[in-house]
C-alpha cells in the first residue's frame, strides 16, 4: 500500500459548531483546518482553492442539509467521490446512517467527537480511495472447482478392494471367531463421533 | 443479523460460516484491508469475529481502524485466535474487542458468545 500520511490534513468544515471548530483548531499541528457556515461557502471556497483533503460537514447546516450538499459536490465535481466526506450528527439515529451509507458518504459520527479518531480515519479512507484508484488492492474473491474422481481410478480402486476383500474373506472369518471365542462383547469396534452440523453419527 | 468473518484461513471461515450459517448471514473476507474495503462500500455487518494474526492488514489494527470510525464503531467485535496469551488478549480488550476466544474452540461456546453479543445491542 501507498503510504500518504505525515503530510498535514487540509480539512474543510461546513458547519456551525463552536466547540467543534475550537477541537479541529487545537491539533492544528496535524490539521490545516479552514471552516465555512453553510454549504453556499463551502461550493465557493471549494472554487476558490480547489484542493482539500477532506469534507467534514455538520449534518444540519443553514439552507442545505448535509447529505444534500454531498449530492450537490457529487454532482459538481466528477471525481469528487476521491475526497473523504464525513457527516457529523447531534445524536445517533440509525435510519440517517442507513441513509448516509447509501448515498456514499465516507463517514458518520455522533458527538462528542475525539479528533485522534478523525484524523485517523481520514488518513486511512485517503490511502484506501488512492489505492483503489489505482487497483493496487482489489476486493478478491477465489472460486473454488468441485472436486471430481475420474472414472478409471473409480473402477481401478472399487476392482481391487473388492478383490482383495474377497481373498480375505475367509481369513477374517476366522479372526472374527477368535475374537467372539477369547473375549465377550462386540467382534467390531464403534463408538459415537460428532459430525458436521452436531450431527452424531456411529464410528466403525 | 449479519456477520462477518475475516480469517485467511479457508477451512476455519467456512466452518464458522457453516455453524453460524443455520441461524445468520455470514460473509468470509481474507485479510483486513478486503474487510475495510468491503464494509466501506457500504456492507454494515451486526458482529464481526475476526482472526489476530493475517497478511495486509492484521486483527489488531482492524479493530482499531474499526473502533475509530463513525459508522462502525458500534459494531462488537469477537476476537478468535491461536494466541492464548495474556497479553495478546489485554491488547485486544483495550482496542475494544467484545469478546475473545482461544483457537480451537467449541463451536456452541461460539454461537453462545455471538447470541449473547447481538442480544445486548
Known amino acids: 500500500m501507498e503510504i500518504v500520511s505525515d503530510k498535514k490534513i487540509r480539512l474543510l468544515y461546513v458547519g456551525e459548531n463552536e466547540t467543534l471548530v475550537h477541537q479541529f483548531q487545537q491539533s492544528s499541528e496535524k490539521i490545516d483546518f479552514h471552516r465555512v457556515d453553510n454549504s453556499l461557502l463551502a461550493l465557493k471556497w471549494l472554487e476558490e482553492h480547489l484542493i482539500v483533503d477532506a469534507i467534514v460537514c455538520e449534518k444540519q447546516i443553514p439552507g442545505q442539509s448535509g447529505i444534500e450538499f454531498h449530492k450537490t459536490l457529487q454532482s459538481k465535481y466528477s471525481h469528487s467521490d476521491s475526497v473523504p466526506f464525513i457527516l457529523v450528527a447531534a445524536e445517533r439515529n440509525a435510519n ?14 455522533v458527538q462528542p467527537i475525539a479528533i485522534d479518531n478523525i484524523v485517523d480515519r481520514i488518513q ?11 487497483a493496487k488492492i482489489t476486493p478478491a474473491h477465489t472460486v473454488y472447482g468441485e472436486y471430481k474422481i475420474g472414472f478409471w481410478k473409480r473402477s481401478f480402486d472399487i476392482l481391487v478392494a473388492g478383490s482383495v476383500l474377497l481373498v480375505a474373506a475367509p481369513f477374517l472369518l476366522l479372526v472374527i471367531a477368535a475374537i467372539r471365542l477369547e473375549s465377550k462383547g462386540k467382534v467390531y469396534y464403534f463408538s459415537k463421533r460428532v459430525g458436521t452440523g452436531y450431527k452424531i453419527f456411529v464410528y466403525y | 443479523m449479519k456477520i462477518l468473518v475475516v480469517d485467511d484461513k479457508q477451512s476455519l471461515s467456512e466452518l464458522v460460516s457453516q455453524f453460524l450459517g443455520q441461524s445468520y448471514a455470514v460473509t468470509t473476507m481474507e485479510d483486513g484491508m478486503a474487510a475495510l474495503t468491503w464494509m466501506q462500500d457500504g456492507n454494515i455487518p451486526d458482529l464481526i469475529i475476526t482472526d489476530l494474526e493475517m497478511p495486509n492488514m492484521d486483527g489488531f489494527e482492524l479493530i482499531k481502524k474499526i473502533k475509530e470510525s463513525g459508522y462502525f464503531s458500534e459494531i462488537p467485535i469477537i476476537v478468535l485466535s491461536c494466541r492464548d496469551s495474556s ?4 491488547q485486544c480488550l483495550k482496542l475494544g474487542a467484545d469478546d475473545y476466544l482461544v483457537k ?4 456452541e461456546e461460539l454461537l453462545i458468545r455471538v447470541e449473547k453479543l447481538l442480544i445486548r445491542t
Request: glycine letters at 4%.
Open chain 1, 124 to 134: 486511512f479512507l485517503k490511502e484506501l480511495k488512492i489505492n483503489l484508484h489505482k
Open chain 2, 87 to 90: 497479553a495478546d488478549r489485554i
Open chain 2, 104 to 107: 480451537p474452540f467449541n463451536p
Open chain 1, 96 to 109: 440517517e446512517l442507513a441513509e448516509a451509507v447509501e448515498h456514499g458518504i465516507d463517514d458518520y459520527y
